[in-house]
T-cell receptor
Framework: QKEVEQNSGPLSVPEGAIASLNCTYSDRVSQSFFWYRQYSGKSPELIMSIYSNGDKEDGRFTAQLNKASQYVSLLIRDSQPSDSATYLCAVKAPGGYQKVTFGTGTKLQVIP | GAGVSQSPSNKVTEKGKDVELRCDPISGHTALYWYRQRLGQGLEFLIYFQGNSAPDKSGLPSDRFSAERTGESVSTLTIQRTQQEDSAVYLC????????????FGPGTRLLVL
């Protein structure tokens, strides 16, 4: 079982719709969760981090965390063609020596 | 510096040659990661440095790959006797535990082995 799992996609949504990206993780003690966006040919950049159960909103983006189900998701409201990218989920256990583990990413295509 | 920097930005080498890639992390960041990303693929973890602790080398694909970091500063990734399958983008990222482990990525080094 992979430590962090994501559907590779592509996930295609029409412009203006809500895009829902999902991620599951295997380490129950994971404490920090991140969503990164990677445009083709570019480096990943952080969109959001979440540490507590529930929702965290930032503009059009909402991260949702459910530690009991070991599940984290990213919702993108009013999707724009510029949101087309690969979205990487990353997870970290507590403690200074624990490294971050990335999923393989979900490719999102927003159709104009 | 303002961000993570990597050099060179592009490297073309011949099969069998050794290459050295450099990463300058954000000042004060104790953690440093190296990843490999082949075209159209996800991030492949290579090695992780955290402060003065022994590095996590579990991702290095073969003994041709090695990396060093002096203290909490520059890191170099060395690939010996390069093979065509080593062609990829090599990404470096640094982070600070106090910031929750958020990683900041450099622009990457694009390696092409002919």
């Amino acid at each position: 079982q992979k430590e962090v799992e994501q559907n590779s996609g592509p996930l295609s949504v029409p412009e203006g719709a809500i895009a829902s990206l999902n991620c599951t993780y295997s380490d129950r003690v994971s404490q920090s969760f991140f969503w990164y966006r990677q445009y083709s040919g570019k480096s990943p950049e952080l969109i959001m981090s979440i540490y507590s159960n529930g929702d965290k909103e930032d503009g059009r983006f909402t991260a949702q965390l459910n530690k009991a189900s070991q599940y984290v998701s990213l919702l993108i409201r009013d999707s724009q063609p510029s949101d087309s990218a690969t979205y990487l989920c990353a997870v970290k256990a507590p403690g200074g020596y624990q490294k971050v583990t990335f999923g393989t990413g979900t490719k999102l295509q927003v159709i104009p | 510096g303002a961000g993570v920097s990597q050099s060179p930005s592009n490297k073309v080498t011949e099969k069998g040659k050794d290459v050295e890639l450099r990463c300058d992390p954000i000042s004060g960041h104790t953690a440093l990661y190296w990843y490999r990303q082949r075209l159209g693929q996800g991030l492949e973890f290579l090695i992780y440095f955290q402060g003065n602790s022994a590095p996590d080398k579990s991702g290095l694909p073969s003994d041709r790959f090695s990396a060093e970091r002096t203290g909490e500063s520059v890191s170099t990734l060395t690939i010996q006797r390069t093979q065509q399958e080593d062609s990829a983008v090599y990404l470096c990222a640094s982070s600070l535990e106090a910031q929750g482990g958020t990683q900041y990525f450099g622009p990457g080094t694009r390696l092409l082995v002919l």
